[in-house]
Structure formats: structure tokens, C-alpha cells
């Protein structure tokens, strides 16, 4: 099975709020820029993948995620996290019908295509499927087959709400750069261990350097 993954993206100005602690407002907007470039150009190497599409209203980060191959659909609700995965899954359904949809989260710079194609392959057993976030408390990927609706329930505890919802969690292991999101400075030593991609070591070094 082949799928289309949505990742939604918030305007850097206003992301990764969390990451204060580790990082100045000066210096967050372009990590969570080189997150979700790390994420997408891994996604969009992932064999199971056929395209992604990246809901954002942010400028900078629409150019830059295209650029890498991804089509980018404004955030035109503008009704927060759910409502721009939402509609970016009727925008993939809107040009193909009978596609199979992912939400994925932005922030996961040390994602590897090979593990995120077992996800997507168990994944693709059950109507409705959700991989847990490393915390075990959060989601980062929320899959649906062909013809089944996504109905994204993400934010705090979504992995109980989407486990409430009737999707299937995945309890796979070895998959650790798919649950490995980056929300605080922890997350970011931890997502560094497993090894990020080229943007977000680049930003990283940047930071380190930075906080000397």
C-alpha cells in the first residue's frame, strides 16, 4: 500500500514554544524549521510513500518544504492542529479518493524511511492505526486506509483518545526515530542520540554555539 502523509506545520514564529529552556525565541523558529525539513525529506524517501503534503500558513517554511518535493496546502481553517490535519487529508482525497492517509508530526528530525516503512506496513492491516510518541502519553503518526475517515485526535494525551476513537495502536519495536518527537530540550538531546538529519544537526551546532 502507498500513502500520502500530512504533516502539519504551525508559523515558526509560534512553534516549539517548549523548547525555551534550551533555546531563544531568536533561535527556535529555525529549528522547527529544520525539524520539519528532516521529516519531510525522510518521509518523502520512505518507498511506501508516495507523497507528502505539509499544511502550513507559514511562508518561509512553505518555500523551503516544497522545495524538497512536498506539496504545501495553506492552513485554511485555521482551526488549530486538527482541523489542519483534517483538511489536509480531504485536500489528498479531494485529487485522489481512494488514497491512504498519514498524519505525521513535524518534529521528528531523526525519522528513518526504512522505519518508518514497517510502521506504515503494520499500519496497513487495520482501517485505522496510531503509532505512540516516546513519552508514551502523545501520537506521532495516525494512519487510515483507503476510504476510512483520519479523525485526528491529536495534543496532550492523544494516545488515549485515539485509542478511545477505535484506532489500533502499533506496538512495534525498533521504531524509535518515528516516536521520537522533539517538544523539549530532553527530546532533543534524546532525538541527537539516535542521530538527526543534516538540517536539524546543522541548527543544533548552531545552538550549542549559541548558548556557549
Known amino acids: 500500500m502507498q500513502w500520502t502523509l500530512v504533516i502539519p506545520l504551525k508559523p515558526l514564529a509560534r512553534a516549539k514554544s517548549r523548547l525555551s529552556d534550551t533555546a531563544g525565541d531568536r533561535v527556535r523558529p529555525g529549528l522547527a524549521l529544520a525539524f520539519a525539513q528532516d521529516t519531510a525529506a525522510a518521509a518523502l524517501a520512505c518507498p511506501a510513500v508516495e ?28 482551526g488549530g492542529l486538527n482541523a489542519a490535519l483534517a483538511h489536509g487529508a480531504a485536500a489528498v482525497r479531494a485529487v485522489r479518493p481512494g488514497t491512504a492517509v498519514a498524519a ?11 522505519e518508518l516503512s514497517r510502521v506504515l506496513a503494520a499500519a496497513a492491516a ?3 492505526a496510531f503509532l505512540a510518541d516516546a513519552a508514551a502519553l502523545g501520537t506521532t503518526l495516525l494512519a487510515a486506509a483507503p476510504h476510512c475517515a483520519l479523525r485526528p485526535a491529536f495534543g496532550t494525551g492523544s494516545r488515549a483518545r485515539h485509542r478511545a476513537s477505535g484506532a489500533v495502536e502499533l506496538r512495534l519495536t525498533g521504531v524509535d526515530s518515528v516516536r521520537q ?4 530540550g530532553a527530546d532533543l538531546r534524546a532525538a541527537l542520540a539516535l542521530g538527526v538529519g543534516p538540517r ?4 543544533s551546532a548552531r545552538l550549542l554555539i549559541a548558548e556557549q
Open 51 to 78: 507523497g507528502v503534503v505539509v499544511v502550513t500558513d507559514d511562508a518561509l517554511a512553505g518555500r523551503e518544504l516544497a522545495a524538497l518535493g512536498a506539496r504545501v496546502v495553506p492552513d485554511a481553517p485555521g
Open 104 to 114: 505525521l508530526n513535524a518534529d521528528l528530525p531523526a525519522l528513518r524511511p526504512r
Open 126 to 128: 487495520f482501517p485505522r
Open 181 to 184: 518527537d522533539v517538544d523539549t
Open 200 to 203: 536539524t544537526a546543522a541548527a
